[in-house]
C-alpha cells in the first residue's frame, strides 16, 4: 500500500485526468446500457429445451395463457344452438382486435376440458404472440371488451398470471433506477453528515456516484462479451447502481475516517494519506476480495441469470475499492483538509459510546452471546419453514377487476391451475387426439386440450395444453407436471413458463451445497491469511451462515406470512418467496457482511498486537469502528431499502431480504456476538500453527507463539494507552 499510495501522490494530476475520463464517458454510455439488457434465462433442463422448440413454431404458447371466463346466460348451456353463434362472433372478435394472439376455445376444438361444470360456461385461453412476452392487463383489458362487444349477452371476465401479479404491486407506474439512486443517495448523505459534520460528508458520497457510473460502464462493456446463453438480465441494472452506491460509500468512509484520525494525531497531510492507505486501505482491498468472492461464486450456478448477476456483481466490490484506493487518496490529498469544514465532529477519539458498550459486552460476555445466538437461532428456525415457489394466484392479488376473474374462474368449476396450463409439443399432430385422452385420465388433470384452426399445424406438429388441478410452480403444484410427463409418448417435449421455473428451482437449489462450500472455504482461508488466526475465521464463516439463515427467516415472516407487507407495500403476502432470491442474498449479503468483520477484526489485532491484551484489542477494535460500521450499515440500509421499491417481485423480495440482513449483521453480529465471542475464546483467537501459517505464506511471528500471561476474565478492563475517549 505504501508504494501505491506514493505512486497516487506522485501523479495526482495523471490519476485525476484519468478518472475524469472514465467518468465522462460513463456518463455518455450509461443511458444505453438498459437497451443492452436482455430478460430471459438459458438453462440446461426439459422444460427450457421444450419451450425452444415450441417458441420455434407457436411463439409465446411457452408463456402462461390469459383466461377469459365466458357465463351464459341462463337456461343456455354450450349445446344450445343460439349459443354456438355467439362463441363464434366472440372467436371472431378477439381475432380481429388481437390478431397476433393464439387463442384455444371451445368454439374451434369442442374440447370438454374447456367447459364448467352444469355446461353454463366455457373458457377461451390466449397466448402471446413471442415467447417472453407477458399476457398483460391491457392484453386482458383488450380482449375481455372485445368478447363483451361481440356477444353481449354473455358474462365476460378477464384474468392472468401476469395481470394478478400486476393487481399486487404497488401503484405508481414503473419504478426508475434514478429515482432509486436519488432516494438511496439522499439518505446515505444524512448519515454522512451525522458521521462527519462537515463538507467532507459529499467527499464518500462523490466517489460512490463515480464508482456507479463506472459499473454501469463496465456492465455495458460486458453485455458485448458475454455469450449469446448468457445474457445479462435488467435486475443487474438495479443491483449494481444501489448496492455499488452502498459499497463504495462504505469503503469511501473507511479511508476518509482514517485519513481523519491520522490528521488529528497531528501528521501532516500526505502523511496521513499514506497511514490511511496503509491501515484503512488494506482493510478495504481485502474486503473488496472477499465481498467480490460472494458475488463471483454465483457462476457456479447453472442458471445464465444467475451467472450474469455474478460476472456482473463482481464490478460492484472491485469498482468500488479501486476507486476508493486510487482516485479517494488523491482528493483527500489536494483537498481534504479545505473540505474537513466546519468540522463539527471531533475525530482521532474512540466513541465513548462504544467504548461502553464494549466493556459492557465483555462483561457480560456470556449474556450477549446466548442473546445474540438465540436471536440469529429463531430467526434461522424460521427459514426452516421457507418456500421457495411460485406465489398462488390467490395471493397476488386480493381485489380487483382480474381478482374477480379468478373468482369467475373457480365458481365455474374450473381450477386456478388453469392460468398455469402447461402445453406439449407433439412432433405428429395426428398423435395429438390419443395423447389428449390418456391426459384427460390423469388424476392430477382437469383435463387437456388439442388445439386447432389457423396457426395451431405448422410443420405437421400439434400442441396439447393439459390443465392440471393445481398450480405448477407452486407450494401446491402436487405431481401434476411429473405426470404429464409420464403420460405423454417419447418425443413429446413438455413445457410452459410454470414448468421451466420448476426446473428452475431444482437445478439452482441443486448447485446450492457446490456454491456454499465454495464461498466458506475459500473466505476461511482469506481470512486466515489476513488475521492470522484460525478460530477468527472459522467463527467469521459460521457467524455469516447463520446471519444470512436469519435474513432469510426475516424474509420468511414478511413475504411468505405477510407480516408487514400491508404497511410497507400495500399488499398481501406472496405466501412464498421468489425462486433466485434465497440463492443471490447468499452471494450478495455474505460478502458484504464480511466487510463489517474485517472492518472491525482489522482494528482488533491491531490493538492486540500493540498491547498485547485480547480485551483491550477489543475495546479498540469497537469503539473505532461502532459508529462507523454503524454508519456504513445505515447506509447500505437505505440503498437498499430504495430499491426494494421496485415494481418487480424477484428484485423487491432481493433487497428487502439484504436490506433486513444487513442491518441484522451489524447489529446483533458485529457489535454484539463479534466482541462477546471474541471475549469469550480469549487467547485461543490468535492460534496460528506452524505448519497452517507455512502454507498460507504468513511470515514468521512471534505473536502465532505467544500465549497471554493472564486469562481474558482476570486482566482489569483498562483504557488504551494513548487513547483520548470523544463523545460519540
Given at each position: 500500500?505504501?508504494?501505491?499510495?506514493?505512486?497516487?501522490?506522485?501523479?495526482?494530476g495523471?490519476?485525476?485526468?484519468?478518472?475524469?475520463?472514465?467518468?465522462?464517458?460513463?456518463?455518455?454510455?450509461?443511458?444505453?446500457?438498459?437497451?443492452?439488457?436482455?430478460s430471459?434465462?438459458?438453462?440446461?433442463?426439459?422444460?427450457?429445451?421444450?419451450?425452444?422448440?415450441?417458441?420455434?413454431?407457436?411463439?409465446?404458447?411457452?408463456?402462461?395463457?390469459g383466461?377469459?371466463?365466458?357465463n351464459?346466460?341462463?337456461?343456455?348451456?354450450?349445446?344450445?344452438?343460439?349459443?354456438?353463434?355467439?362463441?363464434?362472433?366472440?372467436?371472431?372478435?378477439?381475432?380481429?382486435?388481437?390478431?397476433?394472439?393464439?387463442?384455444?376455445?371451445?368454439?374451434?376444438?369442442?374440447?370438454?376440458?374447456?367447459?364448467?361444470t352444469?355446461?353454463?360456461?366455457?373458457?377461451?385461453?390466449?397466448?402471446?404472440?413471442?415467447?417472453?412476452?407477458?399476457?398483460?392487463?391491457?392484453?386482458?383489458?383488450?380482449?375481455?371488451?372485445?368478447?363483451?362487444?361481440?356477444?353481449?349477452?354473455?358474462?365476460?371476465?378477464?384474468?392472468?398470471?401476469?395481470?394478478?401479479?400486476?393487481?399486487?404491486?404497488?401503484?405508481?407506474?414503473n419504478?426508475?433506477?434514478?429515482?432509486?439512486?436519488?432516494?438511496?443517495?439522499?439518505?446515505?448523505?444524512?448519515?454522512?453528515?451525522?458521521?462527519?459534520?462537515?463538507?467532507?460528508?459529499?467527499?464518500?458520497?462523490?466517489?460512490?456516484?463515480?464508482?456507479?457510473?463506472?459499473?454501469?460502464?463496465?456492465?455495458?462493456?460486458?453485455?458485448?462479451?458475454?455469450?449469446?446463453?448468457?445474457?445479462?438480465?435488467?435486475?443487474?441494472?438495479?443491483?449494481?447502481?444501489?448496492?455499488?452506491?452502498?459499497?463504495s460509500?462504505?469503503?469511501?468512509?473507511?479511508?476518509?475516517?482514517?485519513?481523519?484520525e491520522?490528521?488529528?494525531?497531528?501528521?501532516?497531510?500526505?502523511?496521513?494519506?499514506?497511514?490511511?492507505?496503509?491501515?484503512?486501505?488494506?482493510?478495504?482491498?481485502?474486503?473488496?476480495?472477499?465481498?467480490?468472492?460472494?458475488?463471483?461464486?454465483?457462476?457456479?450456478?447453472?442458471?445464465?441469470?444467475?451467472?450474469?448477476?455474478?460476472?456482473?456483481?463482481l464490478?460492484?466490490?472491485?469498482?468500488?475499492?479501486?476507486?476508493?484506493?486510487?482516485?479517494?487518496?488523491?482528493?483527500?490529498?489536494?483537498?481534504?483538509?479545505?473540505?474537513?469544514?466546519?468540522?463539527?465532529?471531533?475525530?482521532?477519539?474512540?466513541?465513548?459510546?462504544?467504548?461502553?458498550?464494549?466493556?459492557?459486552?465483555?462483561?457480560?460476555?456470556?449474556?450477549?452471546?446466548?442473546?445474540?445466538?438465540?436471536?440469529?437461532?429463531?430467526?434461522?428456525?424460521?427459514?426452516?419453514?421457507?418456500?421457495?415457489?411460485?406465489?398462488?394466484?390467490?395471493?397476488?392479488?386480493?381485489?380487483?377487476?382480474?381478482?374477480?376473474?379468478?373468482?369467475?374462474?373457480?365458481?365455474?368449476?374450473?381450477?386456478?391451475?388453469?392460468l398455469?396450463?402447461?402445453?406439449?409439443?407433439?412432433?405428429?399432430?395426428t398423435?395429438?387426439?390419443?395423447?389428449v385422452?390418456?391426459?384427460?385420465?390423469?388424476?392430477?388433470?382437469?383435463?387437456?386440450?388439442?388445439?386447432?384452426?389457423?396457426?395451431?399445424?405448422?410443420?405437421?406438429?400439434?400442441?396439447?395444453?393439459?390443465?392440471?388441478?393445481?398450480?405448477?410452480?407452486?407450494?401446491?403444484?402436487?405431481?401434476?407436471?411429473?405426470?404429464?410427463?409420464?403420460?405423454?409418448?417419447?418425443?413429446?417435449?413438455?413445457?410452459?413458463?410454470?414448468?421451466?421455473?420448476?426446473?428452475?428451482?431444482?437445478?439452482?437449489?441443486?448447485?446450492?451445497?457446490?456454491?456454499?462450500?465454495?464461498?466458506?472455504?475459500?473466505?476461511?482461508?482469506?481470512?486466515?491469511?489476513?488475521?492470522?488466526?484460525?478460530?477468527?475465521?472459522?467463527k467469521?464463516?459460521?457467524?455469516?451462515?447463520?446471519?444470512?439463515?436469519?435474513?432469510?427467516?426475516?424474509?420468511?415472516?414478511?413475504?411468505?406470512?405477510?407480516?408487514?407487507?400491508?404497511?410497507?407495500?400495500?399488499?398481501?403476502?406472496?405466501?412464498?418467496?421468489?425462486?433466485?432470491?434465497?440463492?443471490?442474498?447468499?452471494?450478495?449479503?455474505?460478502?458484504?457482511?464480511?466487510?463489517?468483520?474485517?472492518?472491525?477484526?482489522?482494528?482488533?489485532?491491531?490493538?492486540?498486537?500493540?498491547?498485547?491484551?485480547?480485551?483491550?484489542?477489543?475495546?479498540?477494535?469497537?469503539?473505532?469502528?461502532?459508529?462507523?460500521?454503524?454508519?456504513?450499515?445505515?447506509?447500505?440500509?437505505?440503498?437498499?431499502?430504495?430499491?426494494?421499491?421496485?415494481?418487480?417481485?424477484?428484485v423487491?423480495?432481493?433487497?428487502?431480504?439484504?436490506?433486513?440482513?444487513?442491518?441484522?449483521?451489524?447489529?446483533?453480529?458485529?457489535?454484539?456476538?463479534?466482541?462477546?465471542?471474541?471475549?469469550?475464546?480469549?487467547?485461543?483467537?490468535?492460534?496460528?500453527?506452524?505448519?497452517?501459517?507455512?502454507?498460507?505464506?504468513?511470515?514468521?511471528?512471534?505473536?502465532?507463539?505467544?500465549?497471554?500471561?493472564?486469562?481474558?476474565?482476570?486482566?482489569?478492563?483498562?483504557?488504551?494507552?494513548?487513547?483520548?475517549?470523544?463523545?460519540?
Amino acid at each position: 500500500m505504501d508504494k501505491i499510495s506514493g505512486f497516487l501522490l506522485r501523479h495526482r494530476g495523471l490519476v485525476g485526468l484519468a478518472w475524469l475520463v472514465i467518468t465522462v464517458v460513463g456518463v455518455v454510455l450509461a443511458p444505453s446500457v438498459s437497451g443492452r439488457l436482455q430478460s430471459g434465462v438459458h438453462v440446461n433442463t426439459a422444460a427450457y429445451n421444450a419451450n425452444v422448440q415450441i417458441a420455434k413454431q407457436y411463439g409465446g404458447v411457452t408463456e402462461d395463457p390469459g383466461v377469459l371466463v365466458l357465463n351464459l346466460p341462463a337456461g343456455q348451456t354450450v349445446t344450445s344452438p343460439q349459443t354456438a353463434a355467439e362463441l363464434r362472433a366472440v372467436d371472431a372478435a378477439l381475432a380481429k382486435a388481437a390478431p397476433d394472439v393464439r387463442t384455444v376455445s371451445y368454439a374451434a376444438t369442442g374440447s370438454p376440458a374447456l367447459v364448467g361444470t352444469g355446461g353454463s360456461s366455457t373458457i377461451v385461453l390466449a397466448y402471446p404472440p413471442h415467447q417472453g412476452d407477458d399476457v398483460s392487463t391491457a392484453v386482458v383489458d383488450q380482449l375481455t371488451a372485445a368478447a363483451k362487444a361481440a356477444a353481449p349477452g354473455l358474462t365476460v371476465h378477464g384474468t392472468s398470471e401476469k395481470a394478478l401479479e400486476a393487481g399486487n404491486q404497488s401503484s405508481g407506474g414503473n419504478s426508475s433506477v434514478l429515482g432509486e439512486l436519488l432516494i438511496g443517495a439522499i439518505g446515505a448523505l444524512v448519515v454522512l453528515a451525522w458521521v462527519f459534520g462537515s463538507f467532507l460528508a459529499f467527499l464518500p458520497l462523490i466517489m460512490a456516484l463515480i464508482s456507479v457510473l463506472t459499473m454501469q460502464l463496465l456492465i455495458y462493456a460486458l453485455t458485448y462479451v458475454m455469450p449469446a446463453s448468457s445474457p445479462i438480465a435488467p435486475a443487474v441494472q438495479y443491483i449494481v447502481a444501489l448496492l455499488g452506491l452502498g459499497l463504495s460509500i462504505d469503503y469511501s468512509l473507511l479511508v476518509v475516517n482514517r485519513w481523519r484520525e491520522e490528521r488529528a494525531a497531528g501528521r501532516s497531510n500526505d502523511e496521513a494519506v499514506r497511514v490511511a492507505m496503509r491501515r484503512a486501505g488494506h482493510s478495504v482491498w481485502f474486503s473488496g476480495i472477499v465481498a467480490s468472492l460472494g458475488l463471483f461464486a454465483l457462476t457456479v450456478v447453472p442458471n445464465s441469470l444467475v451467472r450474469g448477476i455474478g460476472v456482473s456483481g463482481l464490478f460492484i466490490p472491485s469498482t468500488a475499492t479501486l476507486v476508493a484506493l486510487t482516485l479517494l487518496p488523491v482528493v483527500l490529498s489536494k483537498i481534504g483538509p479545505r473540505v474537513d469544514w466546519p468540522r463539527r465532529k471531533k475525530s482521532g477519539s474512540a466513541s465513548r459510546f462504544w467504548s461502553a458498550w464494549s466493556h459492557g459486552v465483555i462483561k457480560h460476555r456470556v449474556a450477549a452471546a446466548v442473546l445474540g445466538l438465540g436471536i440469529l437461532g429463531a430467526l434461522a428456525g424460521t427459514a426452516a419453514t421457507i418456500n421457495i415457489a411460485q406465489p398462488t394466484t390467490g395471493a397476488l392479488a386480493s381485489s380487483g377487476a382480474y381478482t374477480d376473474g379468478l373468482h369467475a374462474l373457480t365458481a365455474d368449476g374450473f381450477p386456478s391451475g388453469t392460468l398455469t396450463a402447461v402445453p406439449s409439443w407433439v412432433p405428429d399432430a395426428t398423435r395429438a387426439p390419443s395423447i389428449v385422452t390418456s391426459l384427460d385420465h390423469v388424476t392430477s388433470l382437469y383435463g387437456a386440450v388439442a388445439p386447432t384452426g389457423s396457426g395451431w399445424n405448422p410443420g405437421g406438429s400439434a400442441i396439447v395444453v393439459a390443465i392440471p388441478w393445481h398450480e405448477v410452480g407452486t407450494a401446491q403444484a402436487g405431481t401434476s407436471l411429473a405426470d404429464i410427463r409420464n403420460a405423454v409418448p417419447p418425443g413429446t417435449l413438455t413445457g410452459g413458463d410454470a414448468a421451466f421455473e420448476t426446473d428452475l428451482v431444482n437445478s439452482t437449489y441443486n448447485s446450492f451445497p457446490l456454491l456454499f462450500g465454495i464461498v466458506a472455504v475459500v473466505t476461511f482461508l482469506l481470512l486466515a491469511r489476513g488475521l492470522k488466526s484460525i478460530l477468527l475465521p472459522a467463527k467469521a464463516v459460521l457467524l455469516n451462515m447463520l446471519s444470512v439463515a436469519a435474513s432469510y427467516g426475516l424474509l420468511v415472516l414478511v413475504f411468505q406470512h405477510g407480516i408487514g407487507m400491508q404497511a410497507l407495500w400495500g399488499t398481501s403476502s406472496y405466501g412464498s418467496i421468489d425462486r433466485l432470491a434465497p440463492v443471490l442474498i447468499f452471494g450478495f449479503l455474505f460478502g458484504v457482511s464480511m466487510d463489517y468483520e474485517v472492518f472491525i477484526l482489522a482494528r482488533v489485532r491491531e490493538g492486540y498486537d500493540r498491547t498485547g491484551s485480547t480485551r483491550d484489542g477489543i475495546v479498540e477494535g469497537v469503539s473505532r469502528t461502532g459508529r462507523l460500521v454503524t454508519s456504513a450499515a445505515l447506509i447500505l440500509f437505505f440503498a437498499l431499502a430504495a430499491l426494494s421499491t421496485a415494481n418487480d417481485i424477484t428484485v423487491r423480495q432481493i433487497a428487502a431480504g439484504l436490506a433486513a440482513g444487513v442491518i441484522l449483521d451489524a447489529v446483533v453480529v458485529r457489535m454484539l456476538l463479534l466482541p462477546a465471542l471474541v471475549s469469550l475464546f480469549g487467547k485461543a483467537n490468535w492460534w496460528m500453527p506452524e505448519r497452517v501459517a507455512r502454507l498460507l505464506r504468513l511470515p514468521a511471528s512471534d505473536s502465532t507463539a505467544e500465549s497471554e500471561s493472564e486469562s481474558v476474565s482476570e486482566r482489569p478492563i483498562t483504557e488504551l494507552s494513548g487513547t483520548p475517549t470523544g463523545k460519540d
